[in-house]
């Protein structure tokens, strides 16, 4: 089975949590694209959806699917996205399409977080994937410098892309997060940091893994 088409099944398993009747929120990246078309045909069983970004915003218009601004919301059932890692507890490292910081945004509303990837995306210890931190853009040099003498790593400025924020990126290579919850506390506190692609503090509360053999579906309980 190629990636996208694991991607693609993890997707249409993700259908089932849809909670009927209720606003969702839908993250940014070609999972969550395969998720958007898999939800059109049954675009009324939702009152609409709140977006990760203007790309997401823009195919849910495009499939006729009801955009609400979260200043609008209320509540939202449940968020879905990819990821680009995931540890065995959920933590994640999310921004290789730049749209971090609104995910996260809609996953703190969210009440469930159910994030699908396939199984590449696996991994022991998050790092290998680059993390990404949205800067405010006149703070790029600075948050750089802090990164490299407060966490390590070697930060680069994603070069020909700002964020819907109008922000920066910094994609830190050379990192092994092996205390996630802290290493993303730790970037937030750097003057100019926007936020950080660390979705530790709110991670995933399931995962599905799209396989060879099928879907996997693996729950954590957080306390
Ligand atoms: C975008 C993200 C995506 O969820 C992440 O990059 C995974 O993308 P894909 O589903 O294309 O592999 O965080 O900011």
New binding site residues.
């Given amino acids: 089975m190629t990636q996208d088409e694991m991607?693609q099944e993890v997707a249409q398993e993700a259908i089932k949590y849809i909670v009927k009747d209720t606003i969702i929120g839908v993250?940014?990246?070609?999972?969550?694209?395969?998720f958007i078309d898999a939800l059109a045909p049954i675009k009324n069983q939702i009152k609409g959806a709140v977006a990760?970004?203007v790309a997401t915003a823009d195919r849910l218009t495009s499939h006729g699917i009801k955009v609400y601004d979260l200043n609008e919301v209320d509540s939202i059932s449940v968020y879905i996205?990819?990821?680009?890692e995931s540890d065995n507890d959920f933590n994640?490292?999310?921004?290789?399409?730049?749209?971090?910081t609104r995910?996260k945004i809609v996953a703190a509303v969210a009440q469930k977080f159910v994030c699908?990837?396939?199984e590449s995306?696996l991994v022991e210890t998050l790092g290998n994937f680059d993390l990404?931190v949205e800067v405010i853009p006149m703070a790029a040099n600075y948050v750089k410098n802090e990164i490299i003498s407060r966490i390590g790593g070697s930060p680069k400025i994603r070069e020909n892309f700002v964020t819907d924020n109008g922000n920066y990126i910094l994609d830190v290579h050379g990192l092994q997060i092996l205390k996630p919850k802290e290493t993303e506390r730790a970037i937030d506190a750097i003057v100019g940091t926007v936020t950080n692609?660390l979705f530790a503090n709110r991670g995933a509360d399931i995962l599905l893994l799209g396989t060879n053999d099928g879907v996997k579906t693996l729950s954590l309980k957080r306390s």
């Fill in positions: 991607k993250g940014t990246g070609s999972t969550a694209n395969f990760s970004s996205d990819g990821a680009d994640l490292i999310k921004g290789g399409g730049g749209a971090l995910e699908i990837a396939d995306k990404p692609g």
